[in-house]
């Protein structure tokens, strides 16, 4: 892998009217933010072929939203939608990384928070970010943020950007 994109899923309505908390959808203006991240990526130039996506409806449709932007296919056969990454820890999330490190270029996950905020403040604490960057992440990961790491030949991540919606929504 040489690129990894961290990204909470868009903002999601507040209840869902049948299946609880997993079945709550985006919000009209999440699946624009969802978009707006995708356009992003793409006049970054990136690419992901592999994506990771918790089975939650939001993140779901988040992905949408994002392939959309990319104008790729929604579902291409390196879509993988993981039960598994529901309300994750930054461990689980970190050991689902590691395990697609030889199966993708460039990797896109998209979870939930607190395990993707704190992923991804493990990433840039450890890639040596600068403390303007890490101040920015250490207060929260707000829906729809992407963090972008550039991965080396060890598999060591240094922060290359931080893609807010309402930043994507200027450019």
Same mark, same amino acid.
């Given at each position: 892998?040489?690129?990894? &994109? ?7 309505? !507040? =209840? ?6 997993? +079945? ?5 203006? !999440?699946?624009?933010?969802?978009? %707006? &991240?995708?356009? /992003?990526?793409?006049?970054? @130039? ?9 089975? =939650?409806? %939001?993140?779901? +449709?988040?992905? *949408? ?22 309300? /994750? ?25 607190? @395990?993707?905020?704190?992923? =991804? $403040? ?16 250490? *207060?929260? $990961? =707000? ?5 972008? $790491?550039?991965?080396?030949?060890? @598999? %060591?991540? *240094?922060?290359? @950007? ?5 930043? /994507?929504?200027?450019?």
């Amino acid at each position: 892998m040489r690129q990894l &994109i961290l990204m909470r899923h868009a903002q999601a309505v !507040g =209840a869902a009217p049948a299946g609880g908390d997993r +079945e709550r959808a985006l919000s009209a203006a !999440g699946r624009a933010e969802a978009v %707006r &991240i995708g356009q /992003a990526l793409k006049a970054r @130039g990136v690419r992901p072929d592999l994506a990771m996506v918790s089975a =939650a409806r %939001r993140t779901r +449709e988040t992905w *949408t939203g994002v392939a959309e932007g990319l104008t790729l296919d929604p579902e291409p056969s390196w879509l993988e939608v993981d039960p598994a990454l529901y309300n /994750a820890d930054a461990r689980v999330l970190r050991g689902q990384v590691e395990s697609a490190e030889n199966r993708c270029e460039t990797l896109i996950l998209i979870a939930h928070n607190p @395990g993707i905020h704190q992923l =991804a $403040f493990e990433l840039l604490s450890d890639g040596g970010a600068s403390d303007q960057i890490l101040d920015r992440v250490r *207060t929260g $990961f =707000a829906p729809a943020t992407a963090a972008v $790491f550039q991965v080396d030949a060890a @598999g %060591r991540c *240094t922060y290359d @950007g931080i893609l807010l919606p309402d930043e /994507a929504k200027r450019s």
